[in-house]
Structures are given as C-alpha cells and as structure tokens.
C-alpha cells in the first residue's frame, strides 16, 4: 500500500507548481463550499498521484496558506467568533498535512511505511487536537445556533420533532470521545483517497501505490486489541471514564488495522475469481458500507478473518 512517485513520469517545475496551486484552490473552494466540503481532499490527493511527493507538499502547504487568508477575511469583514474561524483554520490545516503525509510520507525510515498506519497514526493526532477543540467550542453559542439551525432544517423535512442542539452535541461529544473521532478521520482520509485513486486508475490507467493485499500487521496486535476490550469492560464496570475512553480508542485503531488485514484476505480471494463477479463483489462491498446493519456485519466478517490470520496462514506465507 506504499505511495510510490514514479507511478507517474515526472513533471516540469512549473507544470508541478501549477498543479499544485489548481490543486490548493479547489481543495479551499470545496471546503469553503457546504455540499462539496467532504470532497475537500480529493483535488490534493490527485496532485500528489499526477505530481509526486513535492506536487503534493506544495499544494498542501499552498492550500493552508490560502485558507488561513480566507480565514482573516471572513473575521476582518463578516465579524464572526474568532474562536470558531480558529478553530476551523488548525481542522483544515491539519487534515491537509496529515492526508499529504499519508499520500507522500517525508521520511522513508518511519517505522511503519503502509499507510493504514500512518492513517491511524495521523488519527490520533487530530483526535487529540479536536478534543482540546471541543474544550473551547462545546458551549460556543454560535455553535449551537448553526446546530439548531441544522436540527431544525432536519426536523422540518422529516415531519417530526427530534432532539435539541445540546443533546446531539452531547451525544456526538460521548461517541466521538470512544473512537468515533478517530475511525471518522480514518473513514474520511480513506473515501477521499479511494475517489482520488479511482479518477487516476480511470484517467490515465495506473494505480498509484501499491497493494492491500500484501498487509499485514505484526501478531502482538491481537493482544493490544484483547488489552483494550478489558479497558473498556473494566472502565465501565468501575466506573473509570478516562479508563473507558482510553480502551474505546485503542480497541478502535486496532480494530481498524485487524480490518484492513480481514479485507485485504477478501480481495485476495477476489481475484481469484472471474473479472465480472469481482466487479459485482467490489461494488457489493461498497453499496453494504452505506447501511448500517449491514456494514457492522461486514466489518465484523472482515474484523474475525484479520484476527484470525494471526494463527491460520490464509494467504501465502508471510
């Protein structure tokens, strides 16, 4: 699963410069735009796979730059919390240079090079500084407003009264506290990453990086994994929140890691097959991740095959 820069022959200094900035401004535009904003990703993630690593670092850090600018002008001209904007400006920030980070790493001596793990590490981090965000954004009034604002919008189209604005932030802040930040980083940096390298593989018919199916993931897992669902139980037993919430996001990045591990023993198998059925399989797949049931029975099918292959060789030999 390693981002490799010659999957693309390289480029001239300003063909890499303008990629990067056409990059950078529709990354700022889609986030600057409320139905386009989870799509934010996808332009830098395209310039790092045309680009290569300096593509990428330059329309990440161009794309910052330009929506620190933006930031200002919205607090100078449309006098809007400072708290907010601030806010807002680091989520960017950080989002952008995690994902170019994951798409083209800086170092090729970190000591996990596949990118489920640098994602998983890049999802610690923005967890650590979106709860140190909520400190200051949980009781910002405007914050609540544009919730309500939204809640109400909802309520009107369904027909029926739902829940007020305090009660979902609560109820967000408790399951994004137990992992929900981190598996919706990982989820996010993955959908916009798989759109990015599906328009590439269309496009111009290469796939960048490398493959799932040669993950793997080190056999003392299991056992962070087995140490983190008795943190939870005992948190809840004893009543030790920080104990809880500890165990919930270690259970939760293991979990994923075992994950990807049971997928990439799935699509091994796949291929296996003839190219019509693995096309439907795929698109199978896909179409089960957007209902709920169905997609925690999948990840949970995908879950038991990664831990499993800690003792039962189901692939070739590692």
Request: one cysteine or more.
């Given at each position: 699963?390693?981002?490799?820069?010659?999957?693309?022959?390289?480029?001239?200094?300003?063909?890499?410069l303008?990629?990067?900035?056409?990059?950078?401004?529709?990354?700022?535009?889609?986030?600057?735009?409320?139905?386009?904003?989870?799509?934010?990703?996808?332009?830098?993630?395209?310039?790092?796979?045309?680009?290569?690593?300096?593509?990428?670092?330059?329309?990440?850090?161009?794309?910052?730059?330009?929506?620190?600018?933006?930031?200002?002008?919205?607090?100078?001209?449309?006098?809007l919390?400072?708290?907010?904007?601030?806010?807002?400006?680091?989520?960017?920030?950080?989002?952008?240079?995690?994902?170019?980070?994951?798409?083209?790493?800086?170092?090729?001596?970190?000591?996990?090079?596949?990118?489920?793990?640098?994602?998983?590490a890049?999802?610690?981090?923005?967890?650590?500084?979106?709860?140190?965000?909520?400190?200051?954004?949980?009781?910002?009034?405007?914050?609540?407003?544009?919730?309500?604002?939204?809640?109400?919008?909802?309520?009107?189209f369904?027909?029926?009264?739902?829940?007020?604005a305090?009660?979902f932030?609560?109820?967000?802040?408790?399951?994004?506290?137990?992992?929900?930040?981190?598996?919706?980083?990982?989820?996010?940096?993955?959908?916009?990453?798989?759109?990015?390298?599906?328009?590439?593989?269309?496009?111009?018919?290469?796939?960048?990086?490398?493959?799932?199916?040669?993950?793997?993931?080190p056999?003392?897992?299991?056992?962070?994994?087995?140490?983190?669902?008795?943190?939870?139980?005992?948190?809840?037993?004893?009543?030790?929140?920080?104990?809880?919430?500890?165990?919930?996001?270690?259970?939760?990045?293991?979990?994923?890691?075992?994950?990807?591990?049971g997928?990439?023993?799935?699509?091994?198998?796949?291929?296996?097959?003839?190219?019509?059925?693995?096309?439907?399989?795929?698109?199978?797949?896909?179409?089960?991740?957007?209902?709920?049931?169905?997609?925690?029975?999948?990840?949970?099918?995908?879950?038991?095959?990664?831990?499993?292959?800690?003792?039962?060789?189901?692939?070739?030999?590692?």
């Amino acid at each position: 699963m390693e981002y490799r820069d010659e999957v693309s022959p390289p480029l001239s200094a300003a063909s890499s410069l303008l990629l990067a900035a056409a990059g950078a401004g529709a990354s700022v535009f889609c986030f600057r735009t409320g139905f386009l904003s989870f799509f934010f990703l996808i332009p830098l993630a395209l310039g790092a796979f045309v680009g290569g690593a300096k593509t990428a670092w330059a329309g990440g850090i161009a794309a910052v730059t330009a929506n620190v600018i933006m930031s200002l002008w919205v607090y100078l001209y449309q006098n809007l919390n400072p708290v907010f904007i601030l806010w807002s400006a680091l989520y960017y920030a950080v989002m952008v240079l995690v994902f170019t980070w994951i798409n083209a790493p800086l170092s090729r001596f970190w000591i996990f090079q596949d990118i489920p793990y640098r994602m998983a590490a890049g999802a610690v981090l923005c967890t650590l500084i979106i709860v140190v965000a909520l400190r200051f954004l949980i009781e910002d009034s405007q914050l609540q407003r544009l919730v309500a604002n939204q809640l109400t919008a909802l309520n009107g189209f369904s027909g029926r009264e739902g829940i007020t604005a305090e009660e979902f932030t609560a109820t967000l802040v408790h399951i994004g506290l137990r992992g929900g930040i981190l598996a919706s980083c990982i989820i996010f940096w993955w959908i916009n990453r798989q759109i990015a390298v599906g328009i590439v593989r269309i496009v111009r018919h290469t796939l960048p990086g490398g493959s799932i199916l040669s993950f793997y993931i080190p056999p003392f897992f299991v056992w962070i994994f087995s140490a983190a669902l008795g943190a939870v139980v005992l948190g809840r037993i004893g009543n030790w929140e920080i104990v809880e919430i500890s165990g919930w996001n270690i259970l939760t990045v293991s979990g994923i890691l075992f994950c990807v591990q049971g997928g990439a023993i799935v699509f091994y198998y796949l291929l296996k097959t003839p190219l019509f059925f693995r096309i439907l399989a795929n698109v199978g797949i896909i179409f089960l991740l957007f209902i709920p049931g169905a997609m925690m029975t999948l990840l949970g099918l995908f879950l038991l095959l990664g831990i499993a292959e800690n003792w039962v060789s189901l692939r070739t030999p590692k």
